[in-house]
């Protein structure tokens, strides 16, 4: 096959790529009581993969992701306790929330790299996570939001007991969300992406708006990742204070390490496999469960850089 | 004739250390000229500079006649002006192909296109893979950049600077670190560009400036020693002396 051919190749749609969606649809009708973990993991995933678009294309290596999830949780929230308990718009308020918060930050933060720039994607979170403690007459501070009445989505399908409802609905904004991800990481501006993760000097030579571009997936992301945010507020009722937390922040990393970082389906490999051993875990060692969290990640880190997917590629090379 | 690029007096100081000092320099349109002096002479200051990697103290820039001194980088790359680097600055863990690509992308203007056109892609793809062939790398279009041989990279090198299509095209050390069997293949490379490019090589091999320059600028301790064709600069004792006189760099 002509190289051309080859590389326009590895951009079209492969089979593979239907087997998370295909899990996630068993899912809903082989394991009916696990409905409301199972959207918990779609919600990680989403926000994962809003992770993987800044930290595993473009390269920003960010600890303070949960700042614009935690902007999308109470916006979407808040507009459900005080505005509208209608679901849809709310996503589309935090979406709008979020991005404006990614690109206000981003102006500030992306003008730096390395350790600064992680120091001010913590900073960014830590002054959110503050500023929602403080209001506590719109955020309800340390006792969380609470009093929102979600309304059927569309006016017809109930949030139900169960999660039945709750699992589609995070189930076909991630649907969606993963569309919009692989399509941009195809496309040119996505390339152009890599190319700056890989060498940002020379795409500054090739006349590359090297800030413009950052700016615009970091923006995109945090949209994504309000998206996720609001999600939670939505399917759960409720925003915590810790939806802000550093230790979301990080987690969300490990998982996409765990997963594979820059390869769009380490989110959902990452993000799957740690929220379900964290809930066995849990159960087994309820004091204990992060010390083997931790002793994975380190095996991981050891022997299987690229992560999970990585390690995978690595064996069907051979 | 306008110049294809012109600095006039340009000036860099870092502090109290001057490392250009009002240099007066003028490239026409299809120049094949070199610029050599000894280590430390201010040479890859020029190129950084004229590309608007760092700004001047004082002095200006013209690209085409148009004044690109206060100009961002991007936008005189944009405006025609390429450049290779000393050091590799290569996208490694991409196939060569895609390093061609992201500079072809950008020059075609769809480097931040997110809606896809698979048409679009492919011109692009197709206009990187003919310049592969013209430098002989075809064949390694798909390999990873960083598992090629030193010499081959520093043809990607090359080729990344002729998909943006400049009209002034600044070579820094094209040959620097390439094995001496390897030097020939990029010789020829250089001596094959197209004649509407204006190039400057800024080179330490003798025998790749003699063959390649038409004329020859020595820069020494940031000031223009002297400008000339390649046969008064051969014969000029001032060069000597700052070439053989302090030992060889050449």
């Given at each position: 096959m002509h190289p051309i051919d080859t590389l326009l190749a590895r951009h079209?749609?492969?089979?593979?790529?239907?087997?998370p969606w295909l899990i996630a649809v068993a899912v809903y009708f082989v394991f009916g009581d696990y409905l409301p973990?199972?959207?918990?993991?779609?919600?990680?995933?989403?926000?994962?993969?809003?992770?993987?678009?800044v930290l595993g294309y473009a390269g920003i290596v960010t600890l303070g992701h949960s700042a614009f999830f935690g902007v999308g949780a109470y916006a979407a929230g808040i507009y459900a306790a005080h505005v509208s308990g209608e679901p849809l718009s709310g996503l589309v308020l935090a979406a709008c929330a979020a991005a404006v918060v990614g690109w206000l930050s981003g102006l500030v933060v992306l003008r730096t790299t390395g350790l600064t720039l992680l120091m001010l994607t913590l900073a960014v979170t830590a002054l959110l996570a503050e500023a929602a403690n403080k209001a506590g007459f719109i955020t309800g501070g340390a006792d969380g939001l609470q009093g929102m009445d979600i309304r059927p989505i569309f006016g017809l399908f109930r949030f139900d007991l169960f999660g039945r409802t709750a699992y589609l609905y995070c189930l076909a904004v991630l649907f969606l969300a993963w569309l919009f991800a692989r399509r941009l990481v195809h496309s040119s501006f996505g390339r152009s992406l890599i190319g700056i993760r890989e060498n940002t000097a020379r795409m500054h030579a090739i006349g590359s708006p090297v800030r413009r571009r950052l700016l615009t997936i970091y923006t995109i992301s945090a949209a994504l990742a309000g998206v996720a945010g609001a999600l939670l507020a939505q399917t759960t009722q409720f925003?915590?204070?810790?939806?802000?937390?550093?230790?979301?922040?990080?987690?969300?990393?490990?998982?996409?390490?765990?997963?594979?970082?820059?390869?769009?389906?380490?989110?959902?490999?990452?993000?799957?496999?740690?929220?379900?051993?964290?809930?066995?875990?849990?159960?087994?060692e309820p004091a204990f469960w992060y010390f083997w969290i931790g002793l994975l990640l380190v095996l991981l880190v050891m022997f299987a850089r690229g992560g999970v997917l990585g390690l995978i590629d690595r064996i069907l090379r051979r | 004739m306008t110049a294809a690029l012109e600095t006039i007096g340009l000036h860099k100081r870092f502090g109290a250390l001057i490392v250009a000092?009002?240099?007066?320099?003028?490239?026409?349109?299809?120049?094949?000229h070199a610029l050599i002096g000894p280590n430390g002479a201010g040479k890859t200051t020029l190129v950084n500079l004229i590309t608007g990697r760092i700004p001047p103290s004082a002095g200006r820039i013209l690209l085409g006649g148009d004044d690109i001194t206060a100009l961002p980088q991007a936008v005189r790359v944009r405006r025609g002006l390429g450049r290779t680097f000393q050091i590799n600055t290569l996208f490694r863990g991409l196939s060569v192909l895609e390093n061609v690509c992201l500079a072809v992308g950008e020059h075609h203007g769809i480097g931040g296109d997110m809606l896809r056109s698979l048409a679009a892609r492919r011109a692009v793809l197709e206009g990187g893979y003919a310049l592969l062939e013209r430098l002989r790398i075809a064949d390694d279009a798909l390999t990873p950049v960083r598992e090629l041989p030193y010499g081959r990279q520093r043809l990607v090198e090359?080729?990344?600077?002729?998909g943006l299509r400049p009209t002034v095209l600044l070579l820094d050390e094209p040959a620097a670190g390439v094995p001496s069997t390897e030097i020939a293949i990029i010789l020829d490379v250089i001596e094959q560009l197209p004649d509407d490019i204006a190039?400057?090589?800024?080179e330490h091999d003798m025998e790749l400036v003699f063959r390649f320059a038409r004329r020859i600028t020595v820069l020494v301790q940031g000031s223009v020693l002297i400008e000339g064709t390649p046969a008064e600069i051969a014969a000029d004792a001032r060069v000597r002396e700052v070439y053989l006189g302090e030992g060889h760099h050449g």
């Open positions: 079209r749609f492969r089979a593979i790529e239907l087997l973990l199972g959207s918990q993991i779609l919600i990680m995933i989403l926000f994962a993969l809003s992770l993987d678009l925003v915590g204070l810790t939806v802000l937390g550093f230790q979301r922040s990080g987690e969300i990393v490990i998982m996409l390490v765990f997963g594979g970082i820059g390869r769009l389906y380490g989110a959902f490999v990452g993000a799957g496999i740690y929220m379900i051993a964290q809930d066995q875990l849990a159960k087994l | 000092n009002d240099i007066h320099f003028r490239l026409d349109a299809g120049a094949r090359i080729a990344i600077a002729l190039v400057l090589i800024i």
